[in-house]
């Protein structure tokens, strides 16, 4: 059991509720899971056994017994029973509210609720909730299984009481939560994954470097010193013995050059998305999205 919680109900599937089905059932907490999609227990059940074999690696035997996955037929079956509800649905506002009122109404008020959203605003999502107190985001990111990243974001009615339990809920199943001090559209992560995916788009677009050129500059340089040390660490480093203070101004100034196009977002039409999906596919050279998740997996492990 852990942090007092024995069942938990992830309402959607895909990747990112089947990542937290993995995460929660490999921490031994049964899960009921809930999707209206046919296929979805052919997928999540693939997505945990590659979810087993990342964690078998990376803990050897100190693991609990695996947790049992379920099936609901309604949201009301998935939440019966269940110490925490993680919602994992499409991003779409109105599509969260109904799912989310759902789960108020059949959930017991003392349990928490968690949206996976991973950019919509928490108090935009429970309006016109019952038990609005209990309710917050708990984002994630992918794979949910292994990256330990999850960040808490309350909105105008959540509880601070509530944001506390989730965190040591969260924290209990080896997640490292970050509570976001200020309710933000996209909170922290994707903004800053934003910034760096619009100046790919933009390389692509202009002609200046494929996709897999891009990757390949990505995670042979600044991609492996942000992996453990993060941004303001390596250019704390970057200052050499004077540190922060000398590096900002040696290199603050060049914020103010015209170099990136931050701002700005190509237009994503037929052309750009044939180029991209094209130089995809060439990079992926053959390999399966199962086969492309267990190598993701394995380097993950490595680091």
């Known amino acids: 059991m852990t942090a007092g919680i024995e069942r938990a109900a992830c309402i959607g599937g895909g990747v990112i509720g089947g990542g937290w089905a993995a995460r929660f059932a490999l921490n031994g907490i049964d899960v009921a899971i809930c999707d209206p999609d046919p296929d979805a ?9 590659n979810a087993e074999r990342a964690f078998a690696k990376l803990f050897c035997d100190d693991r609990p017994a695996l947790g049992a996955l379920r099936f609901a037929g309604s949201v009301a079956e998935a939440v019966d029973g269940a110490g925490f509800v993680q919602e994992s649905v499409p991003e779409r506002l109105d599509l969260k509210r109904a799912v989310l009122a759902e789960i108020d109404a059949a959930a017991p008020a003392g349990i928490l609720v968690a949206s996976s959203t991973s950019g919509l605003l928490p108090s935009d999502m429970q309006r016109d909730l019952n038990y609005p107190a209990r309710t917050l985001v708990g984002h994630p990111f992918n794979p949910v299984y292994l990256l330990p990243l999850v960040e808490l974001v309350a909105g105008r009615d959540t509880l601070p009481a509530s944001v506390e339990r989730a965190a040591e809920i969260y924290a209990s199943l080896g997640m490292k939560p970050v509570v976001v001090r200020k309710e933000i ?16 788009l933009w390389l692509v677009h202009d002609g200046v470097a494929t996709v897999e050129e891009i990757d390949d500059v990505i995670r042979m340089s600044f991609g492996l010193r942000w992996a453990q040390m993060g941004v303001f660490q390596t250019y704390r480093l970057a200052g050499g013995e004077a ?40 990079q992926a050279a053959g390999l399966s999205v199962r086969e492309l998740e267990r190598l993701r997996d394995d380097n993950l492990i490595a680091i």
């Open 41 to 49: 227990e052919r997928k999540t059940r693939a997505m945990l056994e």
């Open 185 to 200: 559209d996209a909170f922290i992560g994707d903004r800053l994954q934003e910034a760096l995916w619009r100046e790919a």
């Open 243 to 282: 540190g922060m203070r000398h590096f900002l101004e040696q290199f603050g100034p060049c914020l103010a050059w015209p170099w990136s196009k931050l701002t700005d977002v190509p237009e994503l039409d037929d052309a750009l998305i044939d180029t991209i999906a094209d130089q995809s596919d060439a």
